[in-house]
């Protein structure tokens, strides 16, 4: 018999294990020690054990599987939007699958979220609605739940989500010769420059929450004709774990910029050409773009500069019934408490 809890403290070196058994695929990041899920879980200013489900065998003690939720942030980036939750991983070992354990877990968040006033289900983290999984699933940014995850699709359509957002991941191998050229790029040239900027800012208190302690690189066009004005920017971080992955020490591109007034005229073209040349130099033997299906615009940006489309990211959506919805006291918090 199965038993559902809350997150005890000592779960971590067990949920280590079914996170390794169960995601075998492409976008999961390897733990090689339960440190990682305090890194990129436990540490965050709003994770609530109450939202951290851990299903047992009741005689063994053998903890069969999890799941995580938590709650999406507010428009202005600053808080927590109660009315919104997500549910951000589902991990059941599979050994232990085909037994009601995942759709177990999944009752129970919802009943988590619904308490505290969810008016909407997501399943699968995707920016920014990604309270937990950046740095551990997905490779550059958080896509929702991966194709090469090929049992998700039918087990959240099977419990009443309906695909909402899809996000399409690039990548491509540097171990050979660049060549992005553009007719554009003389005359950019002589007026802009990239600089490379250690320490990359951050954008807001959820940003500070979602990355942690990463430290991104920032690259930077600026004009150098006009008090190197900023024109353009991109954030860049080391895919750590996923390196161990893929094969290859790997970097992914993160909150590609241009100034709306020079857009369109080969700048971030001429940027992303910079950032792959930069990581070459550097030894690194992938780089990894994400794109949401909604902006062709990036989507075409990936494809002008040599990427390949390696694997397709959706978030699932679902409206909480009205009868098991609670009343919405406090809308907004920087923790679920």
């Known amino acids: 018999m199965t038993i559902f809890r809350r997150f005890r403290n000592t779960d971590p070196p067990a949920l280590a294990d079914v996170w390794n058994e169960s995601h075998t695929a492409r976008g999961a990041y390897p733990l ?29 003690g053998r903890v069969q599987g999890y799941a995580l939720a938590g709650f999406a942030p507010t428009s202005e ?25 995942g759709r177990g877990l999944m009752l129970r968040c919802e009943e988590y979220l619904a308490r505290k006033g969810a008016r909407t289900f997501r399943a699968g983290p995707v920016w920014p609605q990604c309270p937990f999984g950046f740095g551990l699933y997905g490779g550059t940014n958080c896509p929702g739940f991966l194709a090469s995850d090929p049992d998700a699709d039918p087990f959240f359509r099977s419990l009443g989500y309906a695909p909402h957002d ?17 007719v554009r790029f003389g005359m950019l040239r002589r007026r802009y420059e990239v600089q490379v900027l250690r320490a990359a800012a951050v954008g807001s208190w959820w940003h500070d929450n979602v990355w942690g302690t990463l430290e991104p690189v920032e690259f930077r066009m600026v004009d150098k004709l006009n008090s190197n004005i900023p024109c353009a920017r991109a954030v860049v971080w080391e895919l750590e774990g996923y390196g161990w992955r893929w094969g290859f020490p790997s970097a992914g591109i993160l909150d590609v910029q241009v100034r709306p007034d ?16 930069f990581l070459q130099d550097q030894f690194f033997g992938i780089c990894e773009l994400q794109a949401e299906a909604n902006r062709p615009e990036i989507v075409a940006l990936c494809k002008s500069v040599g990427l390949e489309q390696v ?8 409206p909480v ?17």
Request: proline share 6%.
């Open 32 to 60: 090689r020690t339960p440190g990682l899920l305090e890194r990129w879980v436990f540490s965050k200013s709003y994770f609530d054990h109450e939202g951290l489900i851990v299903a047992v065998d009741e005689t063994s």
């Open 77 to 101: 980036l600053n808080a927590l939007s109660f009315a919104d939750g997500v549910i951000c991983s589902v991990a059941v070992r599979p050994s232990e699958r085909r037994k009601g354990v």
């Open 166 to 182: 899809t996000t399409f991941v690039y990548q491509r191998k540097l171990d050979q010769p660049l060549t992005v050229a553009d």
């Open 262 to 277: 020079l857009r369109r005229q080969g700048m971030a073209k001429l940027l992303l050409s910079q950032i792959l040349r």
């Open 311 to 318: 694997d397709t990211g959706t978030s699932y959506v679902k």
């Open 321 to 337: 019934p009205e009868a098991q919805q609670s009343p919405l006291v406090v809308p907004t918090g920087l923790t679920p408490s």
